[in-house]
């Protein structure tokens, strides 16, 4: 069986710590180096659900996209429920490390994971110089009301579903992907000419000036969702490092649904 630190030197190969922006916090939360890792869980969010099921497979390591501590901490303690986290993977020597924004900008990294959720066919990145996002064709046009409709099929399926901007019956024949948050990428999008932006977390007025400027369509799905199929993608790289070095690891991936948002509810509503 290998050892944690051999484990992490094949992630960090994976998703190259330093391609991560320097607001990021990446890397190992916590484990020891020296002990045997047997098996892995891939998840999103590092949350105490995730910590139990860990516990509940026997896994010695968990694998999140998003950081435990992203803006630092003075504390562990229990009473707090990251500190909680922390106590509980210490307590059964569970290792924690964590891909984020290098794992965004990696290739192949959390978009190409969410393009090929859709069957998409990637033709390059969004934004060339970091590497962020991806552009991609679809193999037959489909209308923006199809192509949304498409998503909400292979996509996990959360509280919010799929919400549209834009002309539905517009027909879509490039899209750009970026998995998680993504209105800050709106004018790299309208600069490569796609018909369709599919992405998370659109806010209100960069949504409405975006449908102002161009017929570009949007759509906004989770955030969570657009980041899951990583897990399934950065799995199977592990798997094969695993098969080629013999580590023999058993690498498994949650689909514990860790969207906050928890229902959802139409109503006609009240008089504007």
């Not at 009473?79 to 990696?106: E, M, Q, Y």
């Amino acid at each position: 069986m290998p050892r944690l630190s051999e484990v992490i030197a094949a992630l960090d190969a994976l998703w190259p710590p330093e391609r991560a922006e320097q607001w990021d916090a990446v890397g190992t939360v916590c484990g020891d180096p020296d002990s045997e890792v047997t098996r892995v869980l891939f998840a999103v969010d590092p949350v105490q659900q995730i910590a139990d099921e860990a516990i509940g497979l026997g896994a010695q390591l968990i694998v999140t996209h998003h950081p435990l501590y992203l803006r630092g901490t003075t504390t562990v303690a229990a009473s707090h429920f990251k500190g909680r986290v922390v106590h509980t993977l210490i307590k059964h020597d569970i290792a924690l490390h964590v891909a984020h924004t290098n794992a965004d900008t990696s290739d192949p990294g959390v978009s190409d994971a969410l393009a090929g959720a859709l069957d998409l066919r990637v033709t390059g990145p969004l934004v060339p110089e970091s590497g962020l996002g991806r552009i991609c064709e679809l193999d037959h046009p489909e209308t923006l009301a199809e192509f949304a409709e498409r998503a909400a099929k292979r996509l996990p399926a959360t509280a919010q579903g799929i919400r549209i901007a834009g002309d539905p019956e517009a027909l879509v024949r490039t899209v750009a992907v970026s998995g998680g948050s993504g209105d800050s990428l709106f004018d790299v999008v309208r600069a490569a000419g796609v018909d369709a932006f599919l992405t998370a977390d659109l806010r209100h007025h960069p949504a409405s000036e975006a449908t102002q400027h161009s017929p570009l369509g949007l759509v906004d799905a989770a955030h969570w969702a657009t980041e899951w199929p990583w897990c399934e993608q950065a799995a199977a790289q592990l798997d094969a490092i695993s098969d080629r070095h013999g580590w023999g690891l058993r690498v498994h991936v949650s689909h514990t649904v860790t969207d906050p948002w928890s229902a959802h509810h139409s109503s006609p509503g009240a008089p504007n």
